[in-house]
Nanobody, 123 residues
Framework: QVQLVESGGGLVQAGGSLRRSCAAS????????MGWFRQPPGKEREFVAAIRRLTGTTYYADSVKGRFTISRDNGKNTVYLQMNNLKPEDTAVYYC????????????????WGQGTQVTVSS
């Protein structure tokens, strides 16, 4: 059983940056594909970014490509989401997630979830 604990959310002005962290425990972190999702107000949860368990290859939603960077530190059992040039439409509750198989972009493909943290971008 993998537990995921997130940190680093908050309030930022448009154009600013935030760094999200997600620490994992209870499993072999390096064997998990890690993902970030978000749920804007009144909308469904959506894919943001993912990073492969073995190669570290990254994947991004078109809406964040070029602005967000996902990375992982297997020695610290932590995955990060660096968010730059934030826009008001990035406002959402952000979740990290883990799955034991290959890359995936659907919510139902991930087995483990963090508690979610609010990110608010003011205009």
């Amino acid at each position: 059983q993998v537990q995921l604990v997130e940190s680093g959310g908050g309030l930022v002005q448009a154009g600013g940056s935030l760094r999200r962290s997600c620490a994992a425990s209870g499993g072999a972190f390096s064997s998990y594909t890690m993902g970030w999702f978000r749920q804007p107000p009144g909308k469904e949860r959506e894919f943001v970014a993912a990073i492969r368990r073995l190669t570290g290859t990254t994947y991004y939603a078109d809406s964040v490509k070029g602005r967000f960077t996902i990375s992982r530190d297997n020695g610290k059992n932590t995955v990060y989401l660096q968010m730059n040039n934030l826009k008001p439409e990035d406002t959402a509750v952000y979740y990290c997630a883990a799955r034991s198989n290959g890359i995936a972009t659907k919510v139902f493909d991930y087995n483990y979830w963090g508690q979610g943290t609010q990110v608010t971008v003011s205009s």
